[in-house]
């Protein structure tokens, strides 16, 4: 009989127990997406693959007024929390705690909309978008403020439009995250998996060894004792580096012709088109993520049609106070 050995000092079967991210947990769930979009049926898992596709739709008032600039306003509300660190949105309400005065908040508020390039054509209503989904729905909290990177406006920082991370069962799931709004919804997939693809397949991460030395240098997390166990899981020679998931989340946005004035979920029937819809989107997906050689990794896809996606990015640049191109 063979006798059980010890583990290893230092290896993944030993910290997986040990490591502590009960604090990498976003504060708000799913349900306060309800009034702004409508999730269609349940979340789809593509056969053989690792691939999930959740639809979301933009609801209609009972006059029949899609809801698409409320939904630009909810997520204008979002713009400190996406673009600022936590540290420092933590320094502003310990002053407005203090003095009273909201205007430290206020000034973080300004230097966050003044990040966002204004312009019709850039991508940040779909990042903004793709964040809030990827913290509430799949409870992925952003690590990384990419929009804090930029060292001026009108500069963009080139890589992931987001990164977000959860603990798993083993260690640390890490999602790329990128956001495509188009007119097109074949060429907003396409471009999604082209780019997250880079960061996935290579064995020797040399693609994503840079924004992982962002994440690693610029960790945006609550608590120095949790970026303290964070920050081993990007750092090659540590075993926690072997216990580090590549997962992506995806946003595809884009013009849906004949659009269905659902209010709430309820308004949903089984034999509704809408679904149809899905399903064939669901086989397009699944063929391009097969041929970018993809089915081994974690990929969660939010498709969210919408009744025009330029004015969108204009009602989004608009409650932000941003002027657009026109």
Known sequence: MTEATEPIEGSTSQISGELDLRGLAPRQGADTLEGYLITVGETVNLPDIKTHLRTHLIPADVNGIFQESKLAEFLANLV?????????????????????????SNALRKEAVDLFVESTTSGEAGELLLYLLTERVLGAPQILSKMSLKTANMVHYHGADGVHAKKTERGLAIYWGESKIHADRAAAVRECLDSVAPFMTDPSR???????GLVRDNLDVEGQELKNTMVRFFIKKNPEWNLLELRASCLVGFD?????GYVASSDIKDDDSIHKLIASWSEHLGTHVGNQKLERFEIDFFMV????????????????GLASDD
Do not use: H, M, W
């Not at 400190?80 to 430290?104: F, K, V």
């Not at 049609?305 to 932000?320: E, G, H, I, W």
């Open 256 to 260: 849906l012709a004949q659009y269905p």
């Open 305 to 320: 049609p919408f009744t025009n996606v330029s004015q969108f990015r204009k009602l989004t640049l608009s409650a932000l």
């Open 80 to 104: 400190t929390d996406y673009c600022i660190p936590r540290e420092r949105r933590a320094e502003a309400l310990e002053e407005q705690i203090r003095t009273g005065s909201q205007e430290a």
């Open 206 to 212: 040399k693609n994503a060894s840079r924004d992982l």
